[in-house]
Structures are given as C-alpha cells and as structure tokens.
C-alpha cells in the first residue's frame, strides 16, 4: 500500500529555514503529482505547493519566493525547503500523492513546523 513520511519539521526562529522531506513507498512514484499541504488547529487544510509528476512546479501566494518545492525520482522523495519562515507559517505540514492516471490520492501523517517570533 502506499505509505507518505514527512520528516525535517521543528522549531525555528522567524527567518530561519527548514527543509522538509517526504518518502515515498508502495506506488510507482514518477507517476505521481506531489503537493504540500499545511493545517493549523480551527483551519482547513490548504495549499502550499505542487510539483507535476514532468518537475512543474506551483506556489501558493503566501509562500511564492520563500519556499520552493522539489523531488528526486531515483529516490522516491519530495521536498519542501522552506525559507524567510514566518510565525504564520507554523502549521503541521502534510504531503499528498496524486497519481496523474487515476487520479487517486494519499496522505502522510504530518510533520510539525513551528516559527517562534
């Protein structure tokens, strides 16, 4: 079955970076678009990147210039690095798989990012 594990979240200072990672196992990877999401406790989840299963990358408005999603297909792994990091950036982090032909979805289990000010 597919398995996502988000790992490299903590705490950081605002202006400080992060990178995060997520292993992918159990799908065929270069199939998959891969995005990140972001939730903070009373919000929806909402978007923050996606990257095309051809290396397209997208942004949310509030992230563009500050983080910059990435993957590496030989291993399976997509990133998140994450820079300029702002007290409202602190959420728990998600990745979600997408694969581009059947349009079925996974999700990790999170990873939490915190920006103290």
């Known amino acids: 079955q597919v398995q996502l594990v988000e790992s490299g979240g903590g705490l950081v200072q605002a202006g400080g970076s992060l990178r995060l990672s997520c292993a992918a196992s159990?799908?065929?990877?270069?199939?998959?678009?891969m995005s990140w999401f972001r939730q903070t406790p009373g919000k929806q989840r909402e978007f923050v990147a996606r990257?095309?299963?051809?290396?397209?990358?997208s942004y949310a408005d509030s992230v563009k210039g500050r983080f910059t999603i990435s993957r590496n297909n030989a291993k399976n792994t997509v990133y998140l690095q994450m820079n300029s990091l702002k007290a409202e950036d602190t959420a728990v982090f998600y990745c979600?798989?997408?694969?581009?032909?059947?349009?079925?979805?996974?999700w990790g289990q999170g990873t939490q990012v915190t920006v103290s000010s």
């Open positions: 979600n798989a997408r694969n581009i032909w059947s349009s079925s979805e996974s």
């Open positions: 159990g799908m065929t990877f270069s199939n998959n678009a």
């Open positions: 990257i095309s299963s051809g290396g397209v990358t």
